[in-house]
């Protein structure tokens, strides 16, 4: 999963750049050909309103597991902007609507029709989030419930090929686990080792988070090593239970307050710490829990927008993504967002 693909879209050459990314990560993911067309045709469609109607942007395209019970790799495709905005995102899903004023203008309904999964988060004036998530076998028509509590967005820097971060997320009974790596370093080194930890962690989603990080460090001794930090909701005991080793920040929305969830120092793989505490807390209906790694600046406003705060949770990681770095505070690392949140989504708008 440590394959990335960033596109800045400003002019109409970079359509192209980010039809051929999404075509890219479906051969990368093994997806059918039937399935690849789909990608491309979303990818043009989110890229040309991009340049169209929101002045720019960027898309972002990114191979991740599929939803609990699926087989095989999906590609998730991402498209940002600051532009004017959707003053109404319901008629802009609508086939053959058209404004150049306020909407992203056509296109949008069919991409709702040929993804898997399609969400739009939109709020005039501050810009528009599009995340569009294409399967190996074609699903149900449009956006629905039931994507997955977990989502999650990952950017390289300097937009290299290879990450150095990587998210999961794992179901076992009522458990939920959700695990973000950042391998030591940039570049393919970095990539393979948060690839490991993320690889391990459906064999190991049945154990709580301590032990699961102690098995990493076991499973990262041939690599570099990474920051790992893991978070395992307990769902009949409305239970959050959190640890981290290195420098993958985590916060906990409850209500309207923010919590920092505080990591252990050390390496996984290399320097392990001897303690490694547990924080644990109540999960309420309206918690969302982030993670991140350090290539998000370190004062980063988290979201106050309560519509966002119920999107589905690729939606609020690629929302909090682009609006915590500018061209004036750049990312200065691999970047990954991963969002936890109560199983509870709805269809957007």
């Known amino acids: 999963m440590s394959r990335v693909w960033e596109v800045p879209v400003h002019d109409s050459t970079r359509v192209r750049d980010a039809r051929m990314a999404a ?29 169209k109607h929101a002045g720019g942007g960027r898309m972002v395209v990114n ?22 905005g959707i003053a109404d995102v319901t008629a802009a899903l609508r086939d053959g609507y058209t404004t150049a004023d306020v909407s992203l203008g056509a296109g949008l309904g069919s991409c709702r029709r040929i993804a898997n999964a399609f969400h739009l988060y939109s709020v005039p004036g501050r810009g528009t989030v599009a995340t569009a ?5 074609p699903g149900g028509r449009g956006t629905r419930a039931g994507d997955g509590p977990a989502g999650g967005i990952t950017v390289a820097l300097g937009q ?25 370093g940039h570049g393919p080194e970095a990539a393979h080792a948060a690839g490991v930890a993320v690889a391990e962690l459906r064999a190991l989603v049945h154990l709580p988070p301590v032990d699961i990080l102690r ?80 290539g998000l600046p370190s004062r980063w406003t988290p979201p106050d927008d309560p519509r966002l705060l119920t999107h589905d949770p690729s939606v609020v990681a690629a929302a909090i993504l682009r609006d915590a770095g500018s061209p004036a505070r750049p990312v200065r690392d691999d970047t990954s967002v991963a969002v936890l949140a109560p199983d509870r989504r709805t269809t957007t708008p």
């Open 63 to 84: 191979p991740v597991a599929p939803p609990a019970g699926g087989a095989g790799t999906s590609v998730q495709l991402f498209s940002l902007d600051h532009g004017p």
């Open 160 to 184: 290299a090929e290879q990450c150095g971060d990587a998210w999961a997320w794992a179901r076992s009974g009522g458990l939920v686990t959700l695990l973000l790596a950042d391998g030591l």
């Open 133 to 137: 998530r294409i399967d190996p076998a």
């Open 215 to 294: 098995r990493l460090n076991a499973a990262l001794r041939p690599t570099r090593g990474a920051a790992v930090s893991v978070a395992q909701l307990d769902t009949e005991r409305r239970e959050l239970a959190f640890a981290g080793v290195g420098d993958v920040g985590a916060r906990l929305r409850t209500a309207d307050s923010w919590t920092s969830l505080v990591t252990r120092p050390g390496i996984v793989g290399a320097y392990f710490p001897a303690h490694v505490p547990v924080r644990r807390l109540p999960w309420r209906p309206d918690s969302l829990l982030v993670l991140h790694s350090d």
């Open 23 to 51: 075509r890219e990560a479906c051969a990368h993911a093994g997806l059918a050909a039937e399935r690849t067309a789909a990608a491309e045709l979303v990818a043009t469609e989110l890229a040309t309103n991009l340049l």
